[in-house]
Nanobody, 123 residues
Framework: QVQLVESGGGLVQAGGSLRLSCAGS????????MGWFRQAPGKEREFVAA????????YYADSVKGRFTISRDNAKKAVYLQMNSLKPEDTAVYYC????????????????WGQGTQVTVSS
């Protein structure tokens, strides 16, 4: 099983940028599709972005399309989320997760989760 550790969260002003990283461990990191999800207080966990095992395909929630970019480096066993033009409504704990099978935006289809990193966007 791959262990996942997120980093890069913090406090940023609206319009600013952050880059989240998710470091994986284990021999089979490159076999997994990866996803980023987020959860704000009192809200359900929601899909942000996903990338296939090869990096060949990416998927985004409508709310972040054009502002966020997901990427991965299998040699470094890492997946990234570049977040630009941040808005206060992007404030949440951000999680990375992995899955086999098909890439998906459905959180309960992901089996393995990191501990999350807090992103706070001030207005």
């Amino acid at each position: 099983q791959v262990q996942l550790v997120e980093s890069g969260g913090g406090l940023v002003q609206a319009g600013g940028s952050l880059r989240l990283s998710c470091a994986g461990s284990g021999r089979t990191f490159s076999s997994y599709h990866m996803g980023w999800f987020r959860q704000a207080p009192g809200k359900e966990r929601e899909f942000v972005a996903a990338i296939t095992w090869s990096g060949g395909s990416t998927y985004y929630a409508d709310s972040v399309k054009g502002r966020f970019t997901i990427s991965r480096d299998n040699a470094k066993k890492a997946v990234y989320l570049q977040m630009n033009s941040l808005k206060p409504e992007d404030t949440a704990v951000y999680y990375c997760a992995d899955k086999t099978g098909l890439a998906s935006s459905i959180y309960y289809e992901y089996n393995n989760w990191g501990q999350g990193t807090q992103v706070t966007v001030s207005s």
